[in-house]
């Protein structure tokens, strides 16, 4: 007998039940009723919500007034840092007008030698201060992953409530999942030496969100 | 499978609690653990959130899997497939070693990545990997460490809590090839920066990546990983095939069950209300993806669990591996982890060691409780583990496992229980010899007949009568 079956009987010796067929009919059921357990009551200012808890967790926010000023406000924040000029993007982002502020940027998944990785989201969630992002061709995990400086734009009008909200929108516009499905709440941290928690363990030291009106 | 080590509870328990270092790690995290717990389950509130209410929804959405796990399995197995993952099944850690090499092999491995997986503790996977040529390499930071000093993890969330910064300095100094520098916590940055210069050449040099699943969505056939580092990521990312090795008992049904079960795991782990990074993976790299492995793999493993279901540990099952049962143990904070002798430490760990490795390979774990209770009024799936300890001890008796002298002393005892006037005539002469030792103290500092009772404590000794004979004397009065 093969492990699998070998496992299954196992299983099912134990939980000691037959009617298989009415069993899987029931399973399929509570799939397709997408019941929710306990969900937090957030109040109405979700954009207030999620700043805060970003900010709780270490990343840095600023507000623009449109997609269209990221170059601008990006360049901005580099300099202050004396991150440099140069950064790899998220190829959704390549349209924008990068040079004119000055950066220059390579829209591609990232590798070692990039410092600065700028990936825009696919929502936010106010309840945690997180970011959604999900892998494709055009937004590759590794530009949120392995620079040492993470820049997200975010849509204010893409925060969302819960992880829930974030899955329902998910499906309304997506048919499956992609390869990755990343929530990300700031910048990574470790506490393994001595209960002490240092930023930037493997992933981004610094997370830093654009968030765009329109 | 790795043995767990007969009877050494007892003896490692003596090692562990003269040792300082030791000590002084534990004494220092334990706060923290509880308090950043305590800080986050509160905070649950300002939300408008019953953590008794969560509690009892992610009770629910565990039992609902373990009640009908063969139909959950196999919509996970199918649903995995259709994403483009191979699932393959393993009964026991070798079959778990077996696997690992053979995917390695096929794709011409020489170097994994690991990210944390309690199943590869089980299986001993990296000495089998090591063995076949192939190097792993943990990538969390304390799984990094607990791996350059040659030993197990001592926490499931935090495997080198044992250790100190000083120890660990030398591990690196050794490992990096450089000499030890004095160390205090304000070098902590600039060591983790060390490690993390290190590991990202193995993450990037990697041909494959190890991980567990914290979860595995039946809806999606997805695996979710959980971690604050970002090695889960990168691990997932970077090399070329992706191993997934976890056990069958972690499926939940939905993204939505999933949602409720994240509100309780980083909470009851370190008090967080999120980990850093929560990855949801499903397949392998779509076309036109510039990145992400080309071969996913799960190895869904039994390794003794199947064998609970249906049993009175059952609730074990539900299990989400978060730690707070350990992190609010006086056992477990008098002893650290490596007492436990296997795999898993603390409470959940005094359960599982025998159930999983075979009652009569951990006869002390059950009873390595104070029974207080304190793991299971934290536990966020409401695993009932003092109960399940005594279950256990129950079980031992059952079976005959209990020492001869033990037995032979308790078969005495039960006899002369049932000769009401021979038992009262012997606790009369009890309680007088016991006054007479005490002289004119209320307790024996030493008792001769037990001298290793008194050793922590005193004997209290009673007023030189029985109750019989009080209460017989109080009537006549």
Redesign the interface.
């Known amino acids: 007998m093969?492990?699998?079956d070998?496992?299954?009987q196992?299983?099912?010796?134990?939980?000691?039940?037959g009617d298989?067929a009415g069993?899987?009919a029931?399973?399929?059921a509570?799939?397709a009723g997408?019941?929710?357990?306990?969900?937090?009551?957030?109040g109405g200012d979700l954009l207030g919500r999620f700043v805060a808890?970003a900010e709780s967790?270490s990343s840095s926010v600023e507000r623009i007034a449109g997609r269209r000023s990221l170059p601008a406000s990006v360049a901005g924040f580099l300099a202050a840092g004396q991150l440099g000029s140069a950064a790899v993007i998220a190829p959704e982002l390549a349209d924008l007008d990068w040079a004119a502020s000055g950066l220059s940027v390579a829209a591609?998944?990232a590798v070692?030698r990039d410092t600065v990785g700028i990936t825009g989201c696919f929502c936010a969630i106010a309840?945690?201060g997180?970011l959604l992002l999900l892998?494709?061709?055009q937004t590759?995990?590794?530009v949120s992953?392995l620079p040492e400086t993470h820049i997200a734009l975010v849509d204010e009008r893409r925060i969302v409530g819960?992880?829930?909200d974030a899955?329902a929108l998910l499906r309304a516009e997506h048919g499956?999942?992609?390869?990755?499905?990343?929530?990300?709440?700031?910048?990574?941290?470790?506490?393994?030496?001595?209960?002490?928690i240092?930023l930037?363990?493997?992933?981004?030291r610094r997370v830093h969100l654009i968030l765009a009106a329109a | 499978m790795t043995a767990a080590q007969p009877l050494t509870f007892h003896a490692r328990a003596g090692e562990k609690v003269r040792d300082l270092r030791l000590q002084a790690?534990l004494q220092?995290?334990r706060p923290?653990f509880v308090g950043k717990r305590a800080k986050g389950v509160a905070a649950?509130a300002e939300?408008?959130?019953?953590f008794e209410?969560?509690r009892s929804?992610?009770e629910e959405?565990r039992n609902?899997v373990l009640?009908?796990?063969?139909?959950?399995?196999?919509?996970f197995e199918e649903r995995a497939r259709a994403?483009g993952a191979e699932v393959?099944?393993?009964?026991d850690g070798k079959?778990i070693c077996d696997l690992v090499i053979d995917v390695a092999r096929r794709h011409g491995v020489s170097k994994a990545t690991k990210s944390k997986s309690m199943l590869s503790e089980e299986a001993d996977l990296n000495a089998a990997l090591a063995a076949a040529g192939i190097r792993p390499v943990e990538?969390?930071?304390?799984e990094y460490?607990v791996q350059l000093a040659g030993e197990a993890p001592s926490h499931i969330i935090?495997?080198?809590?044992h250790?100190?910064?000083d120890q660990?300095e030398a591990l690196f100094a050794r490992e990096h090839g450089r000499p030890v520098q004095p160390r205090s916590?304000a070098d902590?940055?600039a060591?983790?920066?060390e490690a993390?210069a290190v590991?990202?050449e193995h993450?990037?040099s990697a041909d494959m990546g190890i991980t567990g699943a914290n979860f595995l969505i039946?809806?999606?056939g997805?695996a979710a990983l959980v971690t604050?580092?970002?090695?889960g990521?990168?691990v997932?990312?970077?090399p070329k095939v992706h191993v997934i090795v976890t056990g069958?008992e972690k499926i939940v049904?939905?993204?939505?069950?999933?949602?409720?079960l994240?509100?309780l795991l980083p909470r009851s782990a370190?008090g967080q209300?999120?980990?850093?990074?929560?990855?949801?993976?499903?397949?392998?790299?779509?076309e036109?993806?510039?990145?992400?492995p080309t071969k996913t793999v799960f190895i869904?493993v039994?390794n003794g669990r199947?064998?609970?279901?249906?049993?009175p540990w059952?609730d074990m099952l539900r299990c989400i591996r978060c730690g707070a049962c350990m992190n609010h143990c006086p056992v477990y904070f008098s002893l650290g982890g490596h007492a436990y002798g296997w795999v898993y430490p603390g409470p959940m760990g005094s359960v599982l060691t025998p159930l999983l490795t075979g009652l009569e390979n951990a006869l002390e774990l059950p009873r390595a409780s104070t029974g207080c209770n304190q793991c299971g009024s934290v536990c966020p799936v409401r695993i009932p583990l003092p109960k399940l300890m005594h279950r256990l001890r129950e079980e031992q008796v059952v079976r005959g496992l209990r020492p001869r002298r033990e037995r032979l002393m308790i078969g005495a005892w039960a006899w002369l229980a049932r000769q009401p006037k021979l038992y009262r005539w012997l606790a009369a002469r009890a309680a007088r010899y016991l006054r007479w030792l005490a002289g004119d103290a209320a307790a024996i500092r030493v008792f001769g007949l037990a001298p290793a009772w008194t050793e922590g404590r005193d004997l209290p000794v009673g007023p030189g009568r029985t109750f019989h004979e009080l209460y017989a004397a109080r009537k006549r009065a």
């Open positions: 093969s492990s699998r070998e496992i299954l196992r299983v099912r010796a134990g939980i000691g039940l298989a069993r899987r029931a399973a399929e509570w799939m997408r019941r929710c357990g306990p969900q937090p009551f957030l808890r967790l591609r998944p070692d309840e945690t997180t892998s494709g061709a590759p995990a590794s992953l819960t992880m829930e899955f499956s999942l992609p390869r990755a499905l990343n929530f990300v709440s700031g910048p990574s941290r470790t506490g393994d030496i001595e209960q002490t240092v930037g363990a493997h992933g981004p | 790690a220092k995290a923290l649950l939300d408008g959130l019953d209410r969560l929804a992610g959405i609902r009640a009908d796990l063969d139909v959950w399995l196999e919509i994403g393959l099944w393993a009964r079959e990538t969390d930071l304390g460490i935090a495997p080198a809590v250790k100190s910064i660990v916590s902590i940055p060591m983790a920066a993390r590991l990202r993450f990037l039946a809806e999606s997805s604050n580092e970002g090695n990521r990168m997932t990312t970077l069958i049904p939905t993204l939505e069950d999933f949602a409720t994240m509100r370190t209300t999120i980990s850093n990074y929560v990855s949801l993976l499903t397949g392998t790299r779509r036109g993806d510039g990145e992400g869904l039994d199947a064998n609970l279901l249906g049993s059952q």
